[in-house]
């Protein structure tokens, strides 16, 4: 799992005042808004005795733990430690990381890492047009995957060939052959556009069955995915006209479960009343991407590629991998195998900014890197 990312944590209606928990890569998060309502995102991990912060409470901006009632400010330091009265000098030591946090398309993203705020990769900016526009009418729809890795989701979402045997309402099994086009290359990911044979009209039903021209020979898909908030979308061209465009960002919880924060907009049957209709569909397919992906083995993608007996219609998917590994090389990524062999008695964190300008005195040790010496990337002070 990718480190140095920004990653959705929630949806922005789902923070608020208290105190609200969100897994990713593994670990535990505490989220909260202050009195200005601006979000903050921290290690869940108390760093006296290990109480879970989101089971406590706030006062003052500050979250308390429910353990032993210390306190920290939004920026990860001690502010009061009650058994030891009041008028101490609190050590430095007492403190948690705090993230860096921005809400963008009413998405909670926080950035999982240290690197300064100047060297961030910036969140893919694709999708804003398509919100608050009088052009497109635009629905929400969360997925959990549960036992799914999120690469191989994404060597999923980019596979062009599968909807043919996939997806009955936009795939065509009598014409699955794949148009092979070029690759074009984007600094964090890929971008592509392919033609496909559109589905036999009597295969889609309710009120898009009723606007589309039943003579409809392809669907034009342009796919961009990044890996820069493990984002991805779609512009689905089913004729000149009707047209419409998903985006989605996805959360790792863990190596073997993901989350995916999606959006769909449309340009047509914009009324209100076809939503359902349309999340509808939206369910459909994902759960027919689950229903295939969550049986695919083995869950992780093999570390060769002699493994598995690819084709030219696989390059998307083989460009995933390489994007997967080139931002791990450049950002860093957790060490899987050194994480799971972990004993539950250790205790690790993601290193938030902080460490880089200010590395010792800190409680708890940072998760093991890949291409890193263990012993160096988890001293902790
Ligand atoms: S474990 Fe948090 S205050 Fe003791
Ligand atoms: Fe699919």
Redesign the pocket.
Known sequence: MLINNWYVAARAHEVGSTPFKSRMLGLDFVLFRDSTGKAHCMSDM??????A?HR?QINSDHIA??????EFNTGGACTK?PAMGDGITIPKRARIDSYPVEERMGLVWVFLGDMAEEERPKIPDWYEPFLNSPDWRVITYDYLYSDVNWVRLGENSTDTAHPAFVHKAFGNRLSPKANIVPIQDMPYGAKTVRERAAPPIANKTGAIAKILPTDRKTTRVTLEFSMVGITEMLYQEMTTEITQVLFSARTPIDEYNTRSYGFQARNFLMEPEHDAERLKGLLQAADEDHNIVRFVKPKLTPKSTTEEFLIEADGMELTYRRKVQEYARKFGAIDRDAFERASPSQIMVIPSPLRKTDPKGWVHKTVPLQNAGSSEVMAAE
Request: glycine content about 26%.
């Open positions: 108390c760093c006296h005795r290990g109480g912060l406590g733990c429910p353990y032993h009632g210390w430690i």
